[in-house]
């Protein structure tokens, strides 16, 4: 009797030949590079439903086999085949209208297959946990993911329905740059007249959906791949694939294929060294671990590079002409004519990147010595004048600029912030000279509540301890951008009704009682107090 030895054993003789993750990954940057960058392609397979109860494809097809004949034998067939036999024994032994005469008929007998193989999917489910390592993928998502499934985990746990989903046979898509771009190339639970399950389907597949066709091999050969809970084997994804290496000549972007050893026995060792090697001469590269290996190994990895030289002056390389624009008309233009040193017709793209590179150029010495802004360290007044208000102009003016920067884009604008801030009598400074406080709480709005919060006790300092000569810091109440709202009117109104009764705030009394009968003032305040209320000195110098 052959005793079958367990995954684990598998996993110890994988690691023992290629090492753990890490090592597998050790020289080669380029998936790190691309998840750090967000662009790439994910590809996820029935390993991610399957986290969630979903049955796997062995289990789908047998579960069909016993709802239309159980006397079927599937057990020496290829997978595919399976199916197909499946099919076959439906359209001759089942369905109502047989013999197939025609090709309305045999349409309407594959869409009535196709109901049962969703109705078993469902049946078959077994609703599990959420798995942690769910949040940890979010993080990371690209704009482009392509999947083979049929039911919404993607979109309902991943994505939170916040996607642009484009199925198959269904026409052609709008492709969305602010959302996920979900592509189900084997069609939607929603959907059973485009459901790719048999062989004939998967055969079917290129002539039915051109589109689709194309731009699995546009994706393929312009973006690094990443396939997770996939195995890699689809007739319809391998072809696509290798049709885009032979038309470049094998210089297709690199495909990642992640492999969970504990998912094979130990007598499947010299097949899984087979695969490795035939997909290696395609530009495929196998990973032998798990999802939550790999995820945990690239936020490690993906923080470490977002955080190099090398990383910011690669992200400025495509608006680097427009920095080198932006430079040279610092010392020509007014501090508010941002028409004249800003790309008056551009992109969304490129305003995005050109937001960041501002932002980049404040911070980092190499960025600037790029563009010949030789300043050294320092950033003198007139130079962070025109930063500060370019990028105010690009926020206030542009919305889906200040969607589409992330979190560490903020953590940057904050920094920028804070590097140029002095207690000095409450001023901001730029080198020696002052700065309207407004221009700085001009950007807050813009900023997500939690870095909010967090950079609310340094900006605090400002707004307490300001001198009367900078009275100005409260200034021209129309500067505050007027579509905050994130402190209730409820609980505005008492603070303030608090505020206004300490003695500090006396010469700024009559001000303040004037603009509690305005709520968009009210609102326009929230943000201070917001602030305010969070500075240890709060209660000593307010008694609030």
């Given at each position: 009797?052959?005793r079958?030895v367990?995954?684990?054993?598998l ?29 790439y ?6 390993g991610i ?8 494809w ?13 006397s ?11 199916a ?8 001759n032994?089942?369905f ?24 078993t ?6 609703p ?5 390592w769910?949040d940890l ?17 993607i979109?309902?746990?991943?994505l939170?329905?916040?996607v ?5 046979c ?12 979900l592509?189900k190339?084997?069609g939607d639970?929603?959907?059973?007249r485009?459901l ?9 597949w290129e ?5 689709l ?7 393929f ?13 689809d007739?319809?994804v391998?072809h ?10 094998g ?13 094979h ?21 196998v ?11 690239l936020?490690?990895e ?9 990383y910011?002056l ?13 430079r ?6 007014d ?17 995005i ?5 501002l ?11 790029v ?31 200040k969607?589409h920067?992330?979190e560490?884009?903020?953590?940057d604008?904050?920094a920028?912030l804070?590097?140029f801030?002095?207690k ?11 700065v309207r ?11 997500p509540?939690?870095i ?30 007027r ?5 209730p009117m ?6 303030i ?16 009682q004037?603009?509690?009968?305005d ?6 305040l929230?943000i ?11 209660k ?5």
């Open positions: 009797m052959i079958l367990t995954a684990t054993d996993t110890d003789i994988i690691h023992q030949t290629f090492g753990g993750l890490q090592e597998q990954l050790r020289g080669d940057n380029r998936l790190i590079q691309a998840v750090a960058r967000r662009q392609v994910l590809f996820l397979g029935a439903p399957a986290s969630m109860g979903y049955p796997g062995d289990e789908l097809v047998e579960g069909v086999r016993q709802e239309v004949g159980r079927i034998r599937l057990s020496t067939i290829h997978p595919l085949e399976q197909q036999v499946v099919w076959n024994h439906y359209v032994n089942v109502k209208a047989r013999p197939i005469t025609d090709a309305t008929q045999r349409t309407q007998a594959e869409l009535e297959f196709n109901k049962i193989v969703l109705s999917l469902q049946r078959l489910y077994k599990s946990r959420r798995p942690d769910f993928l979010q993080k990371y998502l690209p704009v482009n993911i392509v999947t083979t499934n049929w039911d919404k985990t979109e309902t746990e991943l939170d329905g916040l642009n989903c484009f199925c198959f269904a026409g052609m898509p709008s492709v969305n740059r602010r959302l996920p771009n592509y190339i084997h639970v929603a959907d059973p485009y790719v399950f048999t062989e004939d389907q998967f055969y079917r002539q039915d959906d051109t589109y066709v194309a731009k699995l091999r546009v994706l050969s312009e973006n690094v791949t990443l396939c997770m809970g996939y195995s890699f084997r007739p319809n391998q696509q694939h290798f049709r885009a290496f032979l038309r470049f000549q210089s297709v972007e690199p495909v990642y294929l992640l492999i969970d050893p504990t998912m026995r130990k007598d499947e060792w010299g097949l899984l060294k087979e695969r490795r090697e035939y997909y290696g001469s395609r530009n495929v590269t990973l032998f671990g798990s999802i939550p290996e790999l995820l945990e190994l936020e490690g993906v923080k470490d590079y977002a955080q190099s030289a090398a910011r690669e992200s400025i390389e495509p608006i680097k002409n427009d920095l080198l624009n932006w040279n008309k610092l010392e020509t233009t501090v508010r004519q941002h028409w004249l040193r800003l790309p008056t017709k551009a992109s969304t793209e490129r305003l990147l050109l937001t960041k590179g932002i980049l150029v404040g911070l980092f010495p190499e960025i600037r010595e563009i010949g802004l030789d300043i050294g360290e320092g950033m003198p007044h007139e130079v962070g004048i025109r930063l500060l208000e370019d990028l105010r102009y690009l926020l206030v003016n542009h919305n889906v600029v969607e920067l992330s560490s884009d903020y953590l604008l904050v920028l804070n590097r801030s002095t000095d009598g409450g001023a901001w400074q730029f080198g020696q000279q002052r406080f407004n221009l700085v709480l001009d950007l807050l709005p813009f900023l509540v939690n909010l919060d967090a950079m609310a006790p340094t900006l605090a300092e400002h707004l307490l301890f300001s001198g009367p000569s900078y009275g100005d810091c409260w200034g021209s109440w129309n500067d505050i951008d579509r905050v709202n994130e402190i409820g609980l505005v109104r008492p603070v009704e608090e505020l206004i009764q300490a003695e500090s705030w006396s010469e700024r009394r009559v001000k303040i004037e603009y509690l009968q709520d968009k003032a009210l609102t326009r929230g201070r107090l917001r602030l305010l209320q969070k500075h240890p000195g709060w000593e110098v307010t008694g609030v």
